[in-house]
């Protein structure tokens, strides 16, 4: 009889805690990734938590002038220089007037970056074959009359190649 007074007990308890329960309940839902490069060939940001964030480049009130970004990457080969040049050009556009877009020069490891489509060397064979840590910095261009009010937005796509062997 003890016994089943328990269960009786038990079971007319647990519907409310249960309610209780999930009305304070939390929930997060987050993405999780890697990406293991091949020791082959990398070039991947020293710090891993800004490449897929938008960044912003600072504006000083005072002076009336943008700053730049300046991160770091780990770059590697296992056979030849590292080549790279930019998708398209690289500006911030408010959407506006495109006499007010800002032009951005891109420098991976001090080379500054073209949409050439033919590659510029940016890391030598013998730095690429031990493995560096350059600096790739995106800083705007001086505007002829100013930058005008706005929000800007752009983006900057740097396409990474491992040079042909010398022939």
Do not use: C
């Amino acid at each position: 009889m003890i016994k089943q007074a328990v269960i009786a007990v038990s079971v007319g308890v647990s519907p409310p805690l249960a309610e209780s329960a999930l009305a304070a309940q939390e929930k997060h839902v987050f993405e999780v990734s890697v990406d293991i490069p091949t020791l082959e060939f990398y070039v991947i940001p020293s710090e891993s938590d800004w490449i897929h964030l938008q960044q912003a480049l600072p504006w000083n009130l005072a002076t009336s002038t943008l700053g730049s970004l300046r991160k770091n990457f780990d770059v590697r080969t296992d056979s030849s220089a590292i080549e790279a040049r930019l998708e398209s050009f690289a500006i911030l556009s408010s959407g506006q007037d495109s006499r007010d877009d800002i032009s951005l020069r891109v420098t991976f490891n001090g080379v500054e970056l073209s949409h050439n489509p033919t590659p510029r060397q940016v890391v030598s064979r013998e730095e690429a074959v031990a493995g560096k840590r350059v600096l790739l910095q995106i800083e705007p261009r001086p505007h002829v009359e100013g930058y005008k009010p706005g929000d800007y937005y752009g983006s900057v796509n740097i396409i990474f190649n491992v040079a042909a062997p010398a022939g």
